[in-house]
Structures are given as C-alpha cells and as structure tokens.
C-alpha cells in the first residue's frame, strides 16, 4: 500500500472547490459522467485504430444510489487507470488527461469526442462528499488500483481485486448534500446535463408496457418487462448529417428537447461548421403562443453533448435567444465571464455564422414557397423585425424578405411596396409616402378614408415596427412612413389626380358650416375630400396633437 500527498502547490485545494463552487455543485454528476464518458470513448478509439484488441462490446455507464451507505457510485467499463496512471491523472490535480490523451493522438482523436478539460473535473466531485474512492482496472491487463481521499491532500492507494475493465468512484455524501442520494434529484441531473450524451447511461431500472398481439382479447391486460432505464439519447439529431433527418425526425427532436411543448415549430435551421470553428445544432422559430414557456425552453448549449447551460446570451445575437433548439461546440470557452466572451474572436464568428444561416434558411424559404411564408409571418416578424433593428449584416439580407402587409392582406416586400405606390403616394418634394394603420379597429375611419383616395394601407402592428420604420427612413432617401391617421394623409399627390364631388362647392360649404356650428372648432377638423368618396359622407377628425396629448 502507498500513501502519499496529493500534488498540489496551494497547500488545500478543498475548501477552495466548496467555497467557490458551492453554488453550482450539482455539476459534479456532469464531471463524473463526462470521465466516465471519455474513459469509454478513449477505449473506443483505441480499438478503432487497432492500438488494443480488447474487445469494445456495448458499454454502459451506470449510476446507482445507495441510500443507507450514503454512497452514490458512477461506475464505468473504459480504458481504467494503472496504479501508476491514478498516481498521475488523480493525484497531480489540475493536470488534464484529456488533454495529454488528445495531444498524443492528436492525428487521429480530434473527431473522438472526448470531453476532458472541461470543467472543474474529478476534484469537484468533493464539493459534495467528504470521501472519494476510485477503484479501476485498465484494459493494460494489470492488477486493478483502490485509491481513497478524505478531502485532505493525503490518500492512500493499494491493490484491488475488481476483475472487470473500468473505473467505478464511489462518493460518500456529505450530510447536508444528502439530497444526492434521492433518486428523483439525481434523476433530474441527469436529464438536464446528460441527455444527449454519447455513452448510453443507466439509472435503475423501468418497467416497460409491451404491445399486444394482433389478436389479443379485448379484455387482455398488457404485459409489463422490467428494463434498463437508459437516460440519455446517444445519438440526437443535431449529430447526425440533415440528409440523414427527414422533416419528422427534426420534429421529434423538438419535442425530445421541450417534452412539455406541445406545438410543433415552424421550421428549423440545422447548423454545421467545422472552420474555422467547430459548431453543430439545430435551431427552431417556435409558434409563438399565448402560453409560450420564454422562461423556461430556451436554447441550450452543449459541449460535446454534454448541457452546458441555457444561457447563451453573448453568444447567440440578442434577437435570435427567442429561437429555440440546441448549439453544440466545444470552441466556447467557459467559466468565463459574459463580457469576455462577447470580445472573444471566435464566439464573434459564431454569432455571425448563426445569423447568417437564420437569414439563409428565411430567404429560401421564402423563395421556395411564399404562400407558406406569407402565412407564418405573424409568428415570425417580431424576430425578423427585431434583427433587422439590431444587427445590419442581418438588416440587409432581410430586406429581401422581410413582409410588409396591407390592410386587406396583401404582402409586399419593401422593394414591391415602393413599386405598388410611387405614382400614387408621394409628398410635395417627391417623397414616397407609406401609409400604415397599427390597429385595424381603432384606426377604421382613416383606413376606410385612405383607401377611397385609392391609398395602400399597410398593417404593422407589432411594438418595435416604429423603431425599424425610423431606421429605414434613415437608411433610404425618399422615403417616409406616416401613420395612417396623421394629418400628412391629406397632402399626399396623386398622378391622376381629378374628381367628381357629388356635392357643388356650395353645398359642402354649408355642410361644413352647419356642422362647425355644433362641433368645437379648435378640438376637431372637418375633412372635405372625404365627401367625395362614397366611403364616408363626411369625416370628423382630431388634429394629431390633439391625439397624441391624450396618448
Ligand atoms: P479532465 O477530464 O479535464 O482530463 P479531470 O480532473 O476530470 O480532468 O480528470 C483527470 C484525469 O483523470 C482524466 O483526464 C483521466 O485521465 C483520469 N480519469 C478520471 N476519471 C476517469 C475514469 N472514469 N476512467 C479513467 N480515467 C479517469
Ligand atoms: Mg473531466
């Protein structure tokens, strides 16, 4: 038996880790698992190119509560440790294996997947257990090592008699952690860090219903087999190649990733880069829906399959976190601070290859099917609309897209739009004038009153429009937007411009007259164009200031 100090140049590295990271210290199942993961994918490596012909088979990671023991076991069937091995990856902290192992292989290994260096590592592991065993036989046919650590620099390490290839770690919990000896706490870890991970993962078992024979009896009761509860789905989508993915696979994923979300998503973006950065994942436009969880389902990020976190502000542009879905890279440095990852070169490309693939995927589809485009856009301008006042590479593209609908359900794009009315709506100084209404209802009179001059009367009722229509007269010359009810609508030219009032000169006169007489001059305005047109007889309006003093 060996005993020894545990290599470290800060005299106590233990109270540091429950200092520092008391607050997240339910990752250490993550670090666990994503060893374990790694052990498994280094063994599948070697194997793969021939280094060791062990025989790979089907591993499984299992985790298993003991609850009376107080222990919680991570127990895996890769590569293992020698005695010397444990000497060195375990009690030289802060020394990586990952990183030694991918630097060795590093011709062949970087597609391998293997996590490492990720986080805290094996060490966070005494954020919640006073003691660590590690018991672990390498595929290096030698006899299998026992190391043990009470959270102090000493440990002892000797001989074991496990028989198996692997590395089981046995935690023995803390007092006041002991809610990671419930079932349920760790069940839900291992669904929020370790779903998609690529090493199938084991909790306990599950009873599974079968399905009835053909001809079963009516009355017969399904049978039930008891099952490995395997947490995790090895293979999700965003891994595979989009020709491999029917429109059905990527719905299913969809619900695989928010089980409690009930509408199926507009359509996807399925990311895929290997330079200069490595990226995968696939992002959805939800529905978006009264009962919409934003809180809750948001995109995730992953390292190598394994969660990272939902927040991924700095990362994806602002106006695209109402996306949902998931974006895979190990390119993201963590542990750092949001402000540093904004500067960071390479989470800057990264922003820029998502918006450039958002703005790809909405011009095509809107090339290939523009009925179907035109019918999502309620549910997709406010992300648009938003980009486009956000982020200029994504404004200009948008442009060719963007939809601007009228009153009566036409959509235009801006370039049709200006085509539809530039010999019909323009001021004195040969502006184009657009004229929008943002509520249908409240703004009715003056709709109906610019439509019978034969005005184009756009509809944009979403809260940010106003911002963006600023911006494009900003951007364009010759151009302005005007609300449908300001005063501006009357002194809009007309080419052909030359009518017919039913009413002589002197009639309207005396009609404008009469009314005057009972309505307070100074708070509204009679329009006399109005009479000419059979939509309204007569029209009464408030002078915009008046308005807007209200407002
Ligand atoms: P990292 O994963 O970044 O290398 P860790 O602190 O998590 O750092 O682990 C340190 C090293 O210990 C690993 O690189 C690996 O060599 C070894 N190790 C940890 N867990 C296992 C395991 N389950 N099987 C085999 N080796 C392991
Ligand atoms: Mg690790």
Redesign the pocket.
């Known amino acids: 038996m060996a005993t020894g100090k545990i290599n470290v140049s800060v005299e106590n590295i233990f109270p540091l880790i429950k200092k520092f990271l008391y607050s997240d210290h339910e990752i250490f199942l993550r ?2 698992i ?3 993961t ?2 498994t994918l ?1 063994l599948k490596h070697l194997t793969d190119i021939g280094e060791t012909d062990v025989a790979y088979g089907n591993p499984v990671i299992e985790v298993k509560v003991d609850k009376e023991g107080k222990k919680l076991h ?1 127990i ?1 069937q ?4 020698t005695k010397d ?2 000497e ?3 009690n030289e ?9 991918l630097e060795k292989y590093k011709d062949t290994a970087k597609d391998s997947g293997i ?10 592991a005494f954020m919640v257990a006073n003691k660590v065993e ?1 018991i ?1 036989k390498s595929y290096k046919d030698e006899q299998a090592a026992h190391w043990v650590c009470e959270g102090t620099t000493d440990f002892t390490l000797e001989d074991a008699d496990k028989k198996e290839r ?2 089981e ?1 046995i935690l023995h919990i803390n007092e006041e952690d002991e809610e990671f000896l419930e079932e349920n706490r760790i069940q839900e870890l291992l669904v929020k860090y370790n779903k998609f991970m690529p090493v199938p993962i084991k909790f306990g078992t599950k009873e599974e219903t079968l399905p009835l024979p053909e001809d079963a009896p009516e009355d017969a009761k399904p049978e039930t087999k008891t099952v490995d509860n395997i947490i995790n789905n090895p293979a999700p989508a965003w891994t595979k190649q989009p020709t491999d993915l029917e429109d059905e696979d990527y719905k299913n994923f969809y619900r695989e990733l928010y089980p409690m979300q009930f509408e199926d998503p507009l359509f996807h973006i399925h990311l895929n880069v290997d330079y200069p950065f490595n990226l995968t994942g696939i992002l959805y436009f939800p529905k978006m829906t009264q009962d919409m969880n934003i809180q809750k389902d948001k995109i995730q990020l992953y390292q190598n399959q394994v969660f990272v976190t939902d927040n991924v502000e700095g990362i994806v542009p602002e106006f695209l976190t109402m996306l949902r879905g998931v974006i895979d890279s190990p390119d993201i440095p963590l542990n750092v601070s949001r402000s540093y990852l904004q500067a960071d070169g390479a989470v800057k490309k990264i922003s820029s290859y998502i918006t450039r693939k958002v703005a790809d995927k909405l011009k095509s589809l809107f090339n290939n099917n523009r009925e179907d485009f035109e019918q999502k856009w309620n549910d997709i301008k406010i992300v648009i609309e938003y980009g486009m006042l956000s982020e200029d590479k994504f404004y200009e593209k948008a442009q060719k897209f963007a939809l601007y609908p009228s009153v009566d359900n036409a959509y235009y794009t801006f370039e049709e739009l200006q085509e539809k009315i530039k010999d019909n709506q323009t001021d004195k100084d040969g502006n184009l004038v657009v004229l929008y209404a943002s509520n249908q209802d409240e703004q009715h009179s003056y709709i109906d009153a610019a439509k019978a001059k034969g005005y184009e009367v756009l509809l944009l009722d979403s809260p940010i429009i106003s911002h963006l229509l600023q911006k494009m007269e900003g951007e364009k010359e010759k151009i302005s937007f005007v609300r449908v009810d300001s005063d501006q609508v009357d002194n809009l030219i007309k080419k052909d411009e030359e009518k017919v009032s039913k009413l002589s000169d002197e009639e309207k006169e005396k009609l404008k007259g009469d009314f005057e007489r009972v309505i307070p001059k100074e708070k509204y305005t009679i329009q006399m164009e109005a009479m000419d047109s059979d939509a309204a007889p007569l029209l009464i309006t408030q002078p915009e200031f008046m308005r807007r003093m209200k407002e």
């Open positions: 670090e666990l994503s060893n374990a790694d052990a280094k991570v895996d890769g590569i293992g440790m091995e444990v060195k990856y375990i902290v802060a020394f990586s294996g990952a990183e030694e192992f996590i490492g260096h990720f986080g805290l590592g094996f060490y966070s590690i672990t692997g590395t770690i």
